[in-house]
Nanobody
């Protein structure tokens, strides 16, 4: 069993930066790690994912070039560096983990239901 705990959220002005951290209680080096976000009244969406070794990443177009996902398997930690934040980035941000079961992490579906472990979320609010 893996427990995930996110931190680093907060309130910033547009154009600002935040760094989110997701710390796992267990071994995650064999798991795909992803970041999701959910804005009020909207579906939870995956916008970034990183492979088990960290060598491959995939981003949604809405964050490409502004957000960077990374991981440190020795620390069982995943990071999300968010730059040039926009008001539309306001959401609850969740870390999620999935055993790839032979698939490439970047090829995993963005469907919420296939992810095995979730954190409790951290709120990010961007004001204009």
């Amino acid at each position: 069993q893996v427990q995930l705990v996110e931190s680093g959220g907060g309130s910033v002005q547009a154009g600002g930066s935040l760094r989110l951290t997701c710390v796992a209680s267990g071994y995650i080096s064999n798991k795909c790690m992803a970041w999701f976000r959910q804005a009020p009244g909207k579906e939870r969406e995956r916008f970034a994912i990183i492979s088990t070794g960290g060598g491959s990443t995939n981003y949604d177009d809405s964050v490409k070039g502004r957000f960077t996902i990374s991981r440190d398997n020795a620390k069982n930690t995943v990071y999300l560096q968010m730059n040039s934040l926009k008001p539309e980035d306001t959401a609850m941000y969740y870390c999620a983990a999935k055993n790839p079961q032979g698939l490439a992490c970047v090829d995993l579906a963005k469907v919420v239901s296939i992810y095995d472990y979730w954190g409790q979320g951290t709120q990010v609010t961007v004001s204009s």
